[in-house]
């Protein structure tokens, strides 16, 4: 009798658990989310207490307290990643050992955001691992509520993220989250796993991305996972080398792409084209400080804050209050637990976390669509947002305007970006525009401008008191990702800049190089 594959036979035992679980009855009801966040306090500040973080905010007489969220938020400050660093985690970087978090630090993930000139060292715990492991087959469950097919866990999956041939600096090895996570991934997945072992060690950026569309057709692929512009440039390679009409041509039961990093929006047009058939999208939302939320809802597109594994979160109003020009916090913030937040409100985001972040900052910004839920949408980043004169252009409004561009005029828009600058005394918003379409600039700038005074009253206030020009470049989509590649930015975790501030005068000195 033949021997039958290993993948579809766990395949089959994955539905078939999957499917068990959700049918399964529920027998208590969940706590509340403020009681599971809770528990989750006091297992961080109880298991950190004997750190150097630990006893110098004394968390060891927090626990003592009858109402230990209110000590830790009077003796613990809010941190960015600059006072954090500074303070405690570079401490980790020499190979000390209970510094924020028991124990040695052995794996740091690489985060440059979108637009910060150096990496951020963010630790990875062992517990942080664990939690992003749990999360992960979570997500897998949910999955079974979407309208998947039958055999789609016998499938493969395409996974595009950083190397796992993590870089050795002698105390610890560092590297994209992706390339350790998958370097961590269990056993039985690995049958599932693209594009394997060999290919996912490959450091460099452009050898990866070709050997994958050299293997593609030995694939049987079913979902893909990562950020949406590199898989763009990814799939559209594939279809180019084998004279493909569509991906669905060479992969006919790819049905779902998992996403996160930045907003689907603005790819959709263009990465629908690429398509035979339409697909299932899940959002996730994996940080490089720990798996914050997925979305678990077919109903809905937001996605539910995990409660229980390893994050404690706080949310800060995001407003002049709390934050200056440049997105900076005020010493002084107002932070929010999850039962204190209002639906429609923008937040952002503070976690406490298992890799020994202490009421962290990581610069995202979130807005509640579903408190009974615990569901949000990200909406931006606290230091990617436009206001030069009081116009508080958020990203969320940004990525709007332009998908209600692409839905008036028929085109696609995968990248943008948008900077303030001075004009007559005044001031003036500049937008380039990265599309393989034809537009013309001024039909753009008066489109992309109708549409912001529709959805920001500041801006339409602003457009007749201070803003007295609005501008539009239109580049090749190519430009974009020229830049990233000149600045070493190019990989899974990179993502361009939605508003230029700091990094405009190299932006301009680029596209002016262009033009020699």
Sequence with gaps: MPKQPAMPIIGTLIKSAIELKNMMPVEKQKPSAITQQKKVLKKLIRKAQLTAFGEHYDFAGALKQDDLLSAFKQSVPIHDYNKMHNDWWYRTLTGEAYVSWPGRVKYFALSSGTSEATSKYIPVTPEMLRAIKRTSIRTLVASARYDIPTDFFKRGILMLGGSTHLQFNGTYYEGDLSGITTGNIPFWFQHFYKPGKRISRERNWETKIEEIVRKAPEWDIGAIVGVPAWFQILLAKIIERYNLNNIHEMWPNLSVFTHGGVSFAPYAKSFEKLLGKPMIYIETYLASEGYIAYQDDPESDSMALVLDNGLFFEFVPFNDKNFDNEGNIQTNATAYTIDEVEEGREYALLISSVAGAWRYLIGDVVKFTNLSKAQIHIVGRTKHYLSVCGEHLSQENMNRAIEMLEHDYNISVPEFTVAGLPHDNMFQHKWWLGTNDSIDPEIAAKAIDNNLKQLNDDYRVERIAAI?????????????????????????????????????????????????
């Design 468 to 516: 007295r020009k609005v501008e539009v470049e239109v580049l090749p989509l190519n430009v974009f990702y020229d830049y990233m590649a000149s600045k070493g930015k190019i990989g899974a975790q990179v993502k361009f800049p939605r508003v230029m501030k700091k990094h405009l005068p190299d932006w301009l000195e680029f596209l002016n190089s262009l033009k020699k």
